[in-house]
């Protein structure tokens, strides 16, 4: 499986951005995809993730802000966040896992500043 991330950027606070990741190679078993974050010195964490089933689940920092969504058809996952703030700054990463492993994208930055 091979994930291409995109979207990040520089916004201001409360500003939107939509984060895109195309998933390839042996999709059909994927059983989870997910956004982490890292933001510097701290570790990666969880933002939102959606499994094969559509049960979605997100970090309570960003519940209410954050949508994650996937396009089977697309195979693509996205996420939009919407009201961001400063602590969001962060490198952004996708995630796909089944039974033969987990795959991780290359990062998008992220950065929420006036």
């Known amino acids: 499986v091979q994930l291409q991330a995109s979207g990040g950027g520089l916004v201001q606070p409360g500003g939107s951005l939509r984060l895109s990741c195309a998933a390839s190679?042996?999709?059909?078993?994927?059983?989870?995809l997910g956004w982490y974050r890292q933001a510097p010195e701290k570790q990666r964490e969880l933002v939102a993730g959606?499994?094969?089933?559509?049960?979605?689940n997100y970090a309570d920092s960003v519940k209410g802000r954050f949508t994650v969504s996937r396009d089977n058809a697309k195979n693509t996952l996205y996420l939009q966040m919407n009201s961001l703030e400063p602590e969001d700054t962060a490198v952004y990463y996708c995630?796909?896992?089944?039974?033969?492993?987990?795959?991780w994208g290359q990062g998008t930055q992220v950065t929420v500043s006036s």
């Open positions: 959606v499994t094969k089933g559509g049960r979605k």
């Open positions: 995630k796909a896992q089944n039974a033969w492993g987990v795959y």
């Open positions: 190679g042996f999709i059909r078993r994927i059983d989870f």
